[in-house]
């Protein structure tokens, strides 16, 4: 997908941000009825930029007053919630940066006081070295890569001499974000620094799926914040936070419509839940790998399996990890999973799919074909 020109006047030139790349999202993977959708990743590669760190698009309602001259109840209520809105913003943006890598841009979230920044795995790409950008400044910042890990599109970069002063985000309870709740987008969309979006989180627990293109392996991440907040290109690595200042996730993917020609679908937009964001970003830092995914496993590498007809019909087990949870409940490889618990598996993808939302220490029954025969094993899920 080219990128979008800013509809109203043309921008600044300045770093190309990063992408954008169409990313399929499968119906199975999305659960969602959402014919011709596409995910695409909301890092952006429109060559413009904002250096004003203060533009911000969050909508607010002004309230009016009443026939007296007094506020009335509701535009006392439109108040609270503006003022409510300012807060947040006021709290969370300074720890929102603006991360150029090469000649793509993206966003980041200041993690510690120590200067180590979380974003998406997608935004840092292949590179090593980075220029950040502070909320509260127009200095570029060099920084440098502590760890990637594509599986869960999350990596972290560390300032090279960080200023004091810098604000860490608070991140909120993944177990508590709810539908209906109101949330903020921040980032840097189309290059526009510090902007900001409000919606609601549309829905918790979702699967997507990304497909594979250069420096992304095709990640499938579990429990992903749905929300209607805009999420455009460039917002990749940027903050959803809830009314009380807290990050709930990293805004990574929107929806585009494949029937109206790639055009962005309204509404549609994901992001990492914090508690994923966490686990990933502290074992970068402290080992500069991860150790522990948090992610399901069998302990299998497998490959779509076809038919007679050449149609999918399974994943096919190409190796068993010794004493991993497959081997241990009997399967080989030449096995063909056709079901984990009540999912129908065709193919490798929805093999992966439907392990991204399951956790580790679950149990499941897998129905598997062996010589033509349907047999089935109750398995305990080890950790990617």
Not at 277 to 301: C, E, F, H, M, P
Request: aromatic share 2%.
């Amino acid at each position: 997908m080219r990128p979008k020109k800013e509809p109203t006047r043309p921008l600044p030139a300045g770093p190309r941000p990063t992408g954008p790349k169409l990313w399929p999202a499968p119906v199975a993977a999305l659960a969602l009825a959402l014919v011709g959708l596409l995910v695409t990743g909301c890092s952006s590669s429109t060559s413009s930029s904002s250096s004003s760190p203060s533009a911000t698009t969050a909508s607010a309602t002004t309230a009016s007053a009443g026939a007296s001259g007094a506020p009335s109840a509701a535009s006392s209520g439109s108040n609270q919630l503006q003022d409510d809105y300012q807060r947040v913003i006021a709290n969370v943006l300074p720890s929102v940066v603006q991360i150029t890598a090469g000649d793509s841009l993206g966003s980041g979230i200041v993690f510690d006081d120590k200067g180590d920044i979380v974003t998406n795995a997608h935004v840092v790409g292949t590179a090593q070295k980075f220029t950040v950008t502070l909320a509260n400044s127009t200095t570029e910042l060099e920084a440098t890569l502590v760890g990637s890990y594509p599986e869960s599109d999350l990596a972290v970069i560390k300032l090279s001499s960080p200023p004091s002063g810098l604000r860490p985000a608070v991140f909120g309870d993944s177990s508590k974000v709810e539908v209906g709740q109101i949330t903020l987008a921040m980032g840097s969309p189309l290059g526009l620094s510090s902007s900001v979006t409000q919606g609601i989180v549309s829905a918790t627990g979702r699967t997507v799926s990304e497909p594979q293109t250069a420096g992304s392996p095709g990640a499938t991440i579990g429990n992903m914040v749905q929300t209607s907040a805009a999420i455009n290109p460039g917002n990749s690595g940027g903050a959803l936070a809830n009314l009380a200042s807290q990050v709930i996730g990293i805004n990574t993917l929107a929806a585009v419509d494949q029937e109206l020609n790639g055009s962005a679908a309204p509404g549609i937009g994901f992001a990492i839940p914090a508690a994923t964001v966490t686990n990933i970003a502290n074992q970068l830092i402290k080992d500069g790998k991860v150790t522990n995914s948090g992610r399901a496993a069998l302990g299998v590498t497998a490959r779509t399996y076809f038919n007679a007809e050449y149609q999918p019909a399974g994943a096919v087990l190409v190796s068993v990890t010794a004493g991993g949870p497959a081997a241990s409940a009997g399967l080989q490889p030449g096995d063909v999973i056709t079901k984990l618990g009540d999912t129908q598996i065709t193919t490798l993808a929805s093999l992966t799919t439907a392990l991204a939302s399951l956790t580790p220490g679950d149990k499941v029954t897998v129905t598997y074909q062996r010589s033509g025969a349907t047999k089935t094993a109750d398995i305990t899920l080890g950790s990617l």
